[in-house]
């Protein structure tokens, strides 16, 4: 009788099988079965990523255009940095802080270098790139910005995932826009703004998002309505695409991504590759 072994001479084939070997195929044995809403619900943070990049062009250009002065985004940045600040704990009633052992003073520290030290280098961040041409720093802009998007956290577990390259990357480009304004002020509260939208307002998201998720959809839908209202000031026609793209992102991928799920049908039986689960450390000492 026929043997699924190799360790032993068999009167058959190398390729030989009997009736026995299709008895142990399995299928979507490791399929994830995905509900519309979890989906949906998952998808706003695509959704805030894209809101903040188009809330900070839109900033940016009102400050071209010398429609908003330096003076007003920066308080208006302040009010919400304290807000968000005392949001993020008041959320967790300060649990993550006490794991994490860092005091306020600690966070005013850092507050104050960080200001300080971009106060003191806006002239620099002004001149940086005064013997590039425009069209290449909004090319470069573009770019830095769409890698901001690929590369960003949403929760994924994948090798493409990268923070750390993500905010450089929308830092990188906030300084290109930044050193297009008339003055090194506006550099300065530029920048300064982008590390709030960039750097703390996806750390505030994740902590709503895992503690109260109901007041995180109410976020993030009104900050679509925001990054929509402010777009249709310049543009309305660019409102209209970019309320389809996010309406297509949060509503038409999850359907699609749940009729796609039906048709998967991956197979696995004797012929999958050997996994060795036991420990064999032992072996290499």
Known sequence: RWQKVLYERQPFPDNYVDQRFLEELRKNVHARRYRYR??????????????????????????????L????????????????????????????????RRTRWADLKS????????????????????????????????????????????????????STLSLNMAIF???????????????????????QIFALWPMLQKKLKAQTPRCYVGVTVLFALVALAGLATISSVGAVLFASLLLAISCLCPYCLIRLQLLKDNIHGPWDEAEIKEDLSRFLM
Not at 38 to 63: E, I, K, N, P, R
Not at 184 to 192: I, Q, R, Y
Request: charged share 10%.
């Open 38 to 67: 979890a989906v949906v619900f998952q998808s706003g943070a695509v959704v805030q990523q894209l809101c903040s990049v188009c809330v900070f062009v839109v900033t940016w250009w009102y400050m071209d255009a010398g429609m």
């Open 69 to 100: 002065s330096p003076q007003g985004l920066f308080g208006a940045a302040l009010v919400s940095s304290l807000l968000g600040y005392i949001l993020f704990d008041t959320v967790d009633g300060g649990a993550g802080r006490r794991e994490s």
């Open 111 to 162: 507050t104050l270098v960080f200001t300080a030290f971009t106060y003191g280098f806006s002239p620099v961040l002004k001149t940086l790139t005064e013997s590039i041409s425009t069209d290449t720093i909004y090319a470069m802009s573009a770019l830095m910005l769409l890698g901001h998007l690929i590369f960003f956290d949403y929760g994924a577990n994948a090798a493409i995932v990268s």
């Open 173 to 195: 480009a906030s300084v290109c826009l930044a050193s297009r304004l008339p003055r090194s002020l506006h550099a300065f509260v530029m920048v300064t703004f982008a590390m």
